[in-house]
T-cell receptor
Framework: AQKITQTQPGMFVQEKEAVTLDCTYD???????LFWYKQPSSGEMIFLIY??????QNATEGRYSLNFQKARKSANLVISASQLGDSAMYFC????????????FGKGTLLTVNP | GAGVSQTPSNKVTEKGKYVELRCDPI?????LYWYRQSLGQGPEFLIY????????DSGLPNDRFFAVRPEGSVSTLKIQRTERGDSAVYLC???????????????FGPGTRLLVL
């Protein structure tokens, strides 16, 4: 079974500063993918970034980067130069080949960007 | 291109009634997933379709829940004899064909907010 833990129920950051959202995971499957999604108040889950378990380099997508530390089983999301529009719920999720491709989500972190 | 669409966006029903929730995936995506998101929680897996067949329905909570995808595109999630505990946001996601060794990204629709009174 897979498990995702997000220990920060809420985070605050000043506009234009960087913020790190924590995520740890647990799985016995050697092949898995880690994902971050953003969920604004409108409710839609927006895909942000993906990291494969065999990827050698940390994933980056614009202002988003994933700090992947395999030995620690952590996959933290770093948002650089925060914007007011970044205020939302952020979910870490994983898929493992042995789990029939279903996503397992954490409970999320509510990020608030202050002007 | 068009993303995943879901209808209705909101549904209010009475306890004991039957509801249908519809999902229209991204064109060309053969894999389709249903998730349920309760207040303050992350989404939880319900069922996964590869083409027309349900490849994994292990997340359906009980036999009141059923989903179909008769032509391999649009899917309908059906809930019989609704209960207040069924109130949640029902999310649909799709991804390109899932092949052995692949871990394609799932793209989500806006969800249907179901409220059972």
């Amino acid at each position: 079974a897979q498990k995702i833990t997000q220990t920060q129920p809420g985070m605050f950051v000043q506009e234009k500063e960087a913020v790190t959202l924590d995520c740890t995971y647990d799985t016995s499957d050697p092949s898995y993918g880690l994902f971050w999604y953003k969920q604004p108040s409108s409710g839609e889950m927006i895909f942000l970034i993906y990291q494969g378990s065999y990827d050698q380099q940390n994933a980056t997508e614009g202002r988003y980067s994933l700090n992947f530390q395999k030995a620690r089983k952590s996959a933290n999301l770093v948002i650089s130069a925060s914007q007011l529009g970044d205020s939302a719920m952020y979910f870490c999720a994983m898929r493992a080949r042995g789990s029939n491709y279903k996503l397992t989500f954490g409970k999320g972190t509510l990020l608030t960007v202050n002007p | 291109g068009a993303g995943v669409s879901q209808t209705p966006s909101n549904k209010v029903t009475e306890k004991g009634k039957y509801v249908e929730l519809r999902c229209d995936p991204i064109s060309g995506h053969t894999a389709l997933y249903w998730y349920r998101q309760s207040l303050g929680q992350g989404p939880e897996f319900l069922i996964y379709f590869q083409g027309t067949g349900a490849a994994d329905d292990s997340g359906l909570p009980n036999d009141r829940f059923f989903a179909v995808r008769p032509e391999g595109s649009v899917s309908t999630l059906k809930i019989q004899r609704t209960e207040r505990g069924d109130s949640a946001v029902y999310l649909c996601a799709s991804s390109p064909k899932v092949t052995s060794g692949s871990l394609e990204t799932q793209y989500f629709g806006p969800g249907t907010r179901l409220l059972v009174l």
